[in-house]
């Protein structure tokens, strides 16, 4: 029995193998296909209705989404030969469905039909919405092309879905392939005992001696942080900043036919730009708009930017005398000192007090005090890993609404970052009545015997994507496609960074900021070094981004092939926001996934960060106003932004909880830089 077969919230992870994966999604694919062929198929004198136009192209999709959500994430988080094999066997039929289905000329004339009818015309709410959507969604994917053409755009889907996920692998393999082994325990010099720890078991685990490092966050970030020997930061800073760039595993010609494919896309569509086109359904709605906003941000907070980096080479001189400058592998490891001379605070102190079993049962209690939402282990496992757990969440009524999964640690199955992931969302008439979603990270694991002892950055980072998960299950939306966290990509960073904010509350801390050994809070005279050293660098932090943002716009708004080659041309770009003059192999774009290893993704969208930053800044004002865990808000919040996904614009949700348009000074003030 294969479990991909029939769409279920009760995933039975534990007994899905590579092997039923292709099998699946080609039975879901030809009852997609059937479902497609029926409404371009109907009687042009029979009257078009929700349930056989709309409703069906719903139901249509249903199997085939459920099973490659699963088959896309088992490629994340479990990947093998056998899976990679398996999931780039679908990726051309389920792309070339969806591309044709998108430019389907009958099912487009049959909407447009329904829609002209005074059932059509009389919808109200999320179905009217669904509706106008479906209609712009259509045209802009081509659906009025001329047959040629869409032809090409097709055949661009198909190639766009083959290359970034080649990207994705490519940028995993390269992450696995590196590795540093240290024998000379002086060298370690600097390094805090937890990460020195972490990579003793590491080398344990190969069968060597010594200690082992890896590009992996948990491994890396400490170095680049704390290590006193310059030379090995360098080795590892240079070798993740030019991950993915050579031999079979080299992005670079991949990314510049990702650039250029988008770009022939978006004219045959009628835009300018992929910005344009990406962005004409979103909060920023061009491309122009978008980079003005991260263009502004950026001259607001470039006079500190500067100020930071002054400051920090002449902290080092006060150190060092002979010291002339600082390298990118300095700036880490140098800010660090410089943070504690300032503050007294290294963030270092903070882990003991953040094991993550007291953060996820702090976390869990936040979430039920804002939202009357109950978090329990479920008392049956079943999972892909043994270190991922399951739970059930419930609500009100004591019946579970949503399913969701924990997968915290690294492996060498698992790509890199952290990310929320929706399987299915609760809908009513559907298979689905409850909610499916997992939130996986690359968080520093368990070692010593001891539990995992966090850093405040991956405490923050656990916050964020489970704010996304509470967002994809808290939905009430009764249209799928309209559902949980399927919302204009400025938008959709609001529930999850607004949840970042409850880690920096004494009142919030308390619940789960509780020191391993002794039990202990944080004491009072540390939360107040952390608070003072909150926007050490902030410009700095928020410039990094906007570089990102200001490269990633360009890419997809100016770029072009005649600009050569794009890992010197993004490298030039980022140049401005750089805290330093950055190397000549600097190619940091080549692992960007969040541009490059979904076939739109972050693409032309990386400003989001920022543009929800401001929203999120602004709506937390409102509970700091009537009490962090006040109910009410936490309702209201819930009710007019988790619950209502995609169902009404963006804008208009956000005045409904805040009772204004968003005002950007808030996100100021919180950074100090207002």
Same mark, same amino acid.
């Given at each position: ?234 080795? +590892? ?149 043994? /270190? ?169 708004? /100016? ?31 080549? /692992? ?35 009490? +962090? ?46």
């Amino acid at each position: 029995m294969n479990p991909l077969i029939t769409p279920t919230v009760s995933i039975p992870f534990s007994q899905i193998d590579a092997s039923q994966i292709e099998p699946a999604v080609r039975e879901h694919l030809a009852v997609a296909q059937a479902a497609v062929a029926a409404i371009e198929s109907a009687d042009p004198a029979s009257d078009p209705t929700w349930e056989n136009t709309l409703g069906a192209l719903e139901k249509a999709g249903e199997g085939l989404e459920f099973a490659m959500a699963i088959a896309g994430h088992l490629e994340s988080t479990m990947t093998s030969d056998a899976v990679r094999a398996a999931y780039a066997a679908v990726q051309e039929p389920v792309a070339s469905f969806s591309s044709a289905l998108a430019m389907n000329a009958k099912v487009y004339a049959r909407v447009k039909a329904f829609a002209g009818t005074p059932a059509g015309q009389a919808l109200v709410g999320a179905q009217k919405r669904h509706l106008e959507k479906t209609l712009l969604a259509f045209r802009r994917d081509g659906a009025e092309l001329p047959p040629a053409e869409k032809e090409r755009v097709a055949a661009i889907d198909l190639e766009l879905a083959k290359t970034t996920l080649q990207f994705s692998q490519n940028v995993v393999d390269s992450t696995n392939a590196f590795s540093l082994s240290i024998s000379d325990e002086t060298k370690l010099a600097g390094l805090p005992d937890r990460a020195k720890e972490a990579a003793r078991e590491a080398a344990k685990a190969r069968g060597q001696e010594g200690w082992l490092f890896t590009l992996q966050a948990p491994s890396a970030g400490p170095v680049l942080s704390y290590l006193d020997d310059a030379s090995i930061r360098e080795t +590892i800073w240079r070798a993740y900043n030019t991950r993915a760039t050579s031999a079979e595993r080299d992005n670079q010609p991949l990314m510049a036919s990702i650039v250029e494919l988008r770009a022939e896309k978006a004219r045959l569509l009628g835009f300018a730009t992929f910005a344009d086109y990406i962005l004409s359904d979103r909060m920023a709605k061009t491309g122009t708009r978008a980079l003005a906003f991260v263009t502004d941000l950026a001259e607001r907070v470039r006079p500190a930017f500067v100020r930071e980096q002054e400051e920090l080479l002449a902290y080092r001189k006060s150190v060092e005398p002979t010291a002339t400058k600082l390298d990118p592998w300095d700036v880490g490891y140098w800010a660090e000192k410089q943070r504690k001379a300032l503050y007294d605070f290294d963030e270092e102190v903070l882990r003991p007090y953040l094991p993550l079993p007291a953060v996820e049962a702090g976390l869990f209690a936040i979430v039920e005090r804002l939202y009357g939402i109950t978090v329990r282990r479920a008392d049956a496992q079943n999972t892909w890993h043994e /270190s991922v757990v399951q739970y059930e969440l419930f609500s009100g009524n004591n019946e579970p609404f949503a399913t969701v999964y924990t997968d915290w640690f690294p492996r060498a199955s698992k790509r890199d970052g952290a990310w929320m992931q929706g399987i299915t969302e609760r809908l009513p008439g559907s298979y689905a009545t409850r909610a499916v979603g997992l939130v996986a990270g690359n968080m520093t694991p368990p070692s010593a015997g001891k539990p995992a002892c966090l850093s405040f950055r991956e405490v923050q980072t656990i916050f964020h994507e489970f704010g996304h998960l509470l967002h994809h299950v808290c939905s009430e939306v009764p249209v799928r496609s309209l559902a949980g966290a399927r919302v204009a990509w400025d938008f959709v960073e609001l529930p999850s960074q607004i949840f970042e904010n409850w880690t920096w509350e004494r009142e919030a801390l308390a619940l789960f900021a509780r020191h391993v050994d002794t039990g202990e809070e944080i004491p009072a005279e540390l939360f107040e070094k952390m608070v003072k050293a909150r926007n050490f660098r902030a410009a700095s932090m928020v410039t990094r981004q906007l570089g990102f943002s200001t490269t990633d716009l360009l890419l997809h708004t /100016s770029y072009t092939p005649a600009d050569g080659d794009i890992v010197a041309w993004a490298r030039k770009a980022m140049a401005p926001f750089a805290t330093t003059p950055l190397p000549e192999d600097y190619a940091m774009i080549a /692992s960007f996934n969040h541009l490059f290893a979904d076939a739109v993704g972050y693409a032309a969208a990386y400003y989001s960060y920022g543009w929800a930053e401001a929203l999120d800044a602004d709506a937390f004002s409102l509970f700091k106003e009537r009490g +962090i865990f006040d109910r009410a808000t936490g309702e209201a919040f819930r009710t007019t932004i988790l619950a209502k996904g995609d169902s009404e614009d963006p804008a208009d949700l956000f005045r409904s909880f805040r009772g204004r348009d968003p005002n950007p000074a808030a996100m100021l003030a919180r950074l100090g830089l207002g």
